[in-house]
């Protein structure tokens, strides 16, 4: 009788973490970022809530410029209150910007910040020991901070930001 409770109490444990997996998941990889405190590694006269900010405009340059899938974006949640008057010329607009803050960022920040705040996928890496990989992704996380707050620059240079 004993064995079944254990059991019961185990999976009933289980059943809460992959829960909370999934309440987690349903999160932007920015966002989950953001609240672990990634976003503030390195010092500089931009905030964290001001990296975030500047992923979540990027984002939204991105699948606002893209007309076609508009109504197929999963990725990040997007504020529109009608899609019926969406025109493409407003499609025009962002992805033009989306384009502009691109070519801000050079490669090396370019490929993390694409992969976290577009593509909505963490950061990882390739290394096969456990302590190249924790310098690896610690690395990418620093690169992230500083493409980020070159968005930052770009955006409040052209007044978009807030």
Not at 24 to 48: D, H, M, T, V, W
Request: charged share 30%; net charge positive; hydrophobic share 35%.
């Amino acid at each position: 009788m004993r064995k079944i409770i254990k059991n019961n109490v185990k999976n009933k444990v289980v059943d809460e973490k992959i829960k909370n997996i999934d309440e987690c998941r349903k999160k932007p990889i920015l966002q989950i970022y953001f609240e672990a405190g990634y976003l503030g590694i390195i010092n500089s006269k931009f905030s964290p809530e001001d990296r975030k900010r500047a992923g979540e405009m990027l984002a939204q340059d991105y699948y606002l410029g893209n007309y076609n899938s508009l109504q197929k974006s999963r990725f990040m949640p997007i504020n529109i209150h009608t899609i019926g008057d969406w025109t493409r010329e407003k499609s025009l607009f962002f992805k033009e910007r989306y384009l502009r803050a691109i070519k801000t960022l050079p490669i090396e920040f370019w490929t993390i910040v694409r992969r976290v705040c577009v593509e909505d996928l963490p950061i990882s890496s390739d290394e096969a020991s456990g302590t190249m990989r924790k310098y690896d992704i610690y690395h990418q996380k620093i690169l992230l901070n500083y493409g980020l707050d070159r968005l930052i620059c770009f955006y409040y240079k052209k007044n978009n930001f807030f």
